[in-house]
Nanobody
Framework: QVRVAESGGGLVQAGGSLRLSCTASGGTTGSDYMGWFRQVPGKEREFVAAISWIDGSTYYADSVKGRFTISGDNAKNTVALQMNSLNAEDTAVYYC???????????????????????WGQGTQVTVSS
């Protein structure tokens, strides 16, 4: 049974930085991607970033491009999300997903088209104070 665990959330002032980490353990998912999503109360969970284990390609939502950087280690099944220049709109619970798929060749407004996987972490709260 694959288990996914995030760490690194917290409270930060606007303009500051945080680094989130995620590890998938207990087995393999068979997916070529791992990624991050976030959710605020009353809204759907939204895509943030993903990394491909095939070629290291990275994918970002338009709202975080240039501020967030995803990195990972396929051999260790770990991904990290470096978040810089944080603002109040980044406040959310951030979730790691270990088996999403990026749908190449499709268009989705604001983020790469993707399918959601089954293996989710419990989430980590990120709060940005203005």
């Amino acid at each position: 049974q694959v288990r996914v665990a995030e760490s690194g959330g917290g409270l930060v002032q606007a303009g500051g930085s945080l680094r989130l980490s995620c590890t998938a353990s207990g087995g393999t998912t068979g997916s070529d991607y791992m990624g991050w999503f976030r959710q605020v109360p009353g809204k759907e969970r939204e895509f943030v970033a993903a990394i491909s284990w095939i070629d290291g390609s990275t994918y970002y939502a338009d709202s975080v491009k240039g501020r967030f950087t995803i990195s990972g280690d396929n051999a260790k099944n770990t991904v990290a999300l470096q978040m810089n220049s944080l603002n109040a709109e980044d406040t959310a619970v951030y979730y790691c997903n270990a088996d999403l798929e990026i749908m190449l060749g499709y268009y989705c407004p604001g983020y790469p088209c993707h399918t959601l996987g089954h293996y989710w972490g419990q989430g980590t709260q990120v709060t940005v104070s203005s």
